[in-house]
DNA sequence: TATACCGCTTTCCTAAAGTATACTGGTATC
DNA sequence: GATACCAGTATACTTTAGGAAAGCGGTATA
């Protein structure tokens, strides 16, 4: 039996492996902001305004305070929500989406756009 | 000290809690189906044209053929790619993008788009 | 017969992500 | 004094993702 001809395209020539890969970074770069068990939900809760660490774990069942005190950080440390405490009794400490972190938004509906169709599709199929 | 007043917003009012997760379960599948190590790159070699599982394996270096297996899978069963096993020798297998699985391109150009803005504004502020 | 290629699978292991549970310091309330 | 609330932290544990190495059935090639 004898061989196919094969397509031996990898990248576009002028691409080299790495420049590939270098393409894809800002990708995972934005995915990794989103990714994670609790970010999207975090994220959501935050898009209806200003909220209180022990509010935000009350709407989101299953929600630790470990986790949700790492994920709030990344937020943070990514520029996407912003923190502020006051000087209550007890304190009272309120995070917030940033501007910049509104900017998720388009994306997140691309994301439930595509996801949408994608549910449609395989549900209907089985 | 008094206390502050807050917003008791959480969900928009005509959503219930259970809405609001339903609402991110979308998006949730669209995320699933970039994440993990090496998927968009499987997906990026097949958008320059069909691939042999070896030759995928070469493209990206540390793919062990476990993990590609298991990746290739995951797409299959989402449509995304299609396997065509050719009676040749040694057997050729031909993995491609479908039609429906180049629908991701949008995305991940926002993906892009939206990472590539992040990486400026984080790189730029340290 | 020995070796090599293809397209995988199997087994075992490590590292990372996430969970459960308890606890802290500070203030207010009973 | 005991208890409760807030905003977390600390420790130990389990679960999941991914990696390393070997092997398998089939065919071809030296």
Redesign the interface.
């Known amino acids: ?4 001809e ?2 031996k ?4 020539s002028h691409l080299s ?1 790495d420049e ?2 270098a ?9 990794d ?3 994670g068990k609790w970010k ?2 975090i994220i ?2 935050l898009t ?5 660490f022990k ?1 935000i774990q009350r ?1 989101i ?1 299953g929600l630790t305070p470990k986790m949700l005190s790492k994920e709030l950080k990344e937020l943070e440390i ?2 996407l929500a912003s923190r502020h405490v ?4 007890p304190v ?1 400490v ?1 995070y917030e989406l940033t501007p ?1 972190g509104k ?2 938004r ?3 509906g ?3 756009k ?6 449609k ?2 549900i209907a ?1 089985k």
Chains 1, 2 share one sequence.
């Open positions: 039996m004898e061989m196919i094969h397509d395209r990898k990248c576009p492996g590939c890969t393409r894809l970074l800002p990708v995972k770069d934005a995915l902001i989103l990714s999207l939900q959501l809760s209806f305004g200003k909220k209180r509010q709407e069942p990514n520029e006051y000087d209550t009794s009272t309120e910049y900017t998720l388009p994306l997140i691309e994301l439930h595509w996801g949408t169709k994608h549910r599709r395989i199929r």
